[in-house]
C-alpha cells in the first residue's frame, strides 16, 4: 500500500475522461488511487480503463454483498488521506450540500472524517443557478476544499466557468493537501498579483498597448494559490483562464489598475507582473478619428500613475514584499538597479524582452535583483519561474 492514498469519486460528465490522466499523475507520483465510478460516471469513462491506471479495484455498487459485509463505503470513506471528487457535477454537490447519501459516492461523502477537495464541472449556466452556488457556499463552510472551475469553451458549446480544472492543477491541489502545511507555507498570507498589459483608448476602436500575453502573471498566482496564499490577480486585457484558487479582477486601463490594486490592501505581498503603459492620450475622442486632408490627428500624451511606486510608499498599508518587473531591451541589469532604487520596491525581477518567444510567449530568464546582490535564473517555461518566484516570496515572508 502506498504510504498517501486518494479515494477518487469520479462524476458523471464529459470532463470524467480527465480523470484518467490525474490518476496518472497520481500513481507516477508514488500516491495510492482507490477509484468510485458512478453510474453516470460510467457513461464516460470504463471501470476497465479506471482501473488499470489506478492498480486498484474499480467501486460502484452501494449495495454489493461482497463489500457491504465489511461495511464497504464506512471503509472506504476512511481508508484514504483525501477524498477527491472529479468531475464534482452539480448533481454531486447538491447531494453532499444536502447531506443525501442514496448512491455509494454520496454515502461515501457523508461517512468519511477524512478532507474533501472537489473538482467542479458543469455547464457555465448550471454553475452560476443559486441553487449551485448556495451549495458551494455551504460545502466550503463545511470544509470541502475546490480546485477550479475554469473558463473556457465547453462540450455543450456554450462558454464561461463551468469547465473541469486540468490535471496538473488537480494533482497539484491534491499534493499540496497531502503535504499539510508543510506544502501549504502561505496559508493565511493576502498576495497580490497584477499580470498584463494595460490598454489606453485613443477612440471607440483603436488603443495604446503592448505584446504582454499575461502568462508569468498567471503562472505567478497560480503558484501562490497553490502555496496556501489567498491571491488577489489584476489583469488586464489577456485571453487566459483564471488560475485555480485564485480572484481575478479584470481591469483595462493603467488607472483602474491602481485601484483595483488600492482596493485589494491589505497584503502580506505585492507582485508588479503587468505590464502597464507609461503614457495615455490626454484625450479618448468619442468617436472614430478619420483621415482627413490635414493629415494625422495632434495626440498629446500625459503620464500614467505609477503603481508599482504608489504600493512602495512607506505607509501602514505598504506591504511587507513589494516585487516589480523590469522589461528591458538593453542594459538589464543596469536598468533594473536604477528601478529597483527609483522605485523604492523591495525586489526587482528583471528580463530581456528581445530574446525570442520571451515576450508574448511560453519561456522567461530572469534575474532577480535586490539591495544586496543578483541572482540569475536559467531560462525556463513561465510555469516553473512562477513557481521558483512563489517559493522565494514563501521564504521571504516567512523570515520577515
Request: aromatic share 4%.
Amino acid at each position: 500500500m502506498s504510504e498517501r492514498r486518494v479515494l477518487l469519486i469520479v462524476g458523471g460528465g464529459i470532463a470524467a475522461y480527465k480523470t484518467l490522466e490525474l490518476t496518472r499523475l497520481l500513481r507516477k507520483a508514488g500516491v495510492g488511487v482507490r477509484p468510485i465510478l458512478t453510474k453516470a460516471g460510467a457513461e464516460f469513462v470504463t471501470p476497465l480503463s479506471l482501473s488499470a491506471l489506478s492498480e486498484d479495484k474499480v467501486y460502484s455498487e452501494l449495495f454489493s454483498l461482497t463489500d457491504e459485509a465489511e461495511m464497504g463505503h464506512i471503509e472506504l470513506s476512511r481508508s484514504a488521506d483525501l477524498v477527491v471528487v472529479a468531475p464534482a457535477t452539480a448533481d454531486l454537490m447538491a447531494k453532499a450540500a444536502g447531506g443525501h447519501a442514496n448512491d455509494l459516492a454520496s454515502t461515501t461523502i457523508l461517512a468519511t472524517d477524512k478532507p474533501v477537495l472537489m473538482a467542479p464541472a458543469m455547464n457555465v449556466r448550471m454553475w452560476h443557478h443559486p441553487a449551485t452556488q448556495r451549495n458551494l457556499a455551504t460545502l466550503r463552510g463545511d470544509g470541502v476544499s475546490f480546485v477550479g472551475p475554469d473558463e473556457g469553451a465547453m462540450a455543450c458549446g456554450e462558454f464561461g466557468l463551468g469547465r473541469m480544472a486540468e490535471p496538473p492543477a488537480i494533482f497539484d491541489a491534491i499534493m499540496a493537501m497531502l503535504e499539510g502545511p508543510a506544502g501549504r507555507p502561505l496559508v493565511g498570507k493576502k498576495v497580490l498579483v497584477t499580470a498584463g498589459p494595460t490598454a489606453e483608448p485613443l477612440d471607440p476602436v483603436r488603443l495604446l498597448t503592448n505584446r504582454s500575453s499575461g502568462r508569468q502573471g498567471f503562472a505567478i498566482a497560480a503558484s501562490l494559490a497553490a502555496l496556501g496564499a489567498e491571491v488577489t490577480l489584476v489583469a488586464g486585457p489577456v485571453s487566459l483562464p483564471t488560475p485555480p484558487g485564485v480572484k481575478r479582477v479584470d481591469v483595462e486601463s493603467a488607472r483602474e489598475m491602481l485601484a483595483a490594486s488600492q482596493a485589494a490592501l491589505p497584503v502580506d505581498a505585492a507582485v508588479c507582473v503587468a505590464a502597464v503603459a507609461d503614457w495615455r492620450p490626454d484625450e479618448a475622442f468619442g468617436v472614430k478619428l478619420k483621415k482627413g486632408k490635414d493629415g494625422p490627428p495632434q495626440l498629446r500624451l500625459v503620464e500614467n500613475p505609477d503603481i508599482l511606486a504608489t504600493l512602495a510608499v512607506d505607509n501602514p498599508q505598504r506591504p511587507r514584499l513589494v516585487v516589480g518587473f523590469a522589461a528591458e531591451t538593453n542594459d538589464v541589469l543596469e536598468h533594473a538597479r536604477a528601478k529597483l532604487a527609483r522605485k523604492g520596491c523591495d525586489w526587482i525581477i528583471a528580463n530581456d524582452v528581445t530574446e525570442p518567444g520571451v515576450m508574448g510567449g511560453s519561456e522567461n530568464a530572469v534575474m532577480l535583483v535586490t539591495k544586496t546582490g543578483v541572482e540569475r535564473w536559467e531560462r525556463e517555461a513561465k510555469e516553473s519561474v512562477g513557481a521558483k518566484l512563489a517559493a522565494r516570496i514563501a521564504e521571504a515572508l516567512i523570515q520577515s
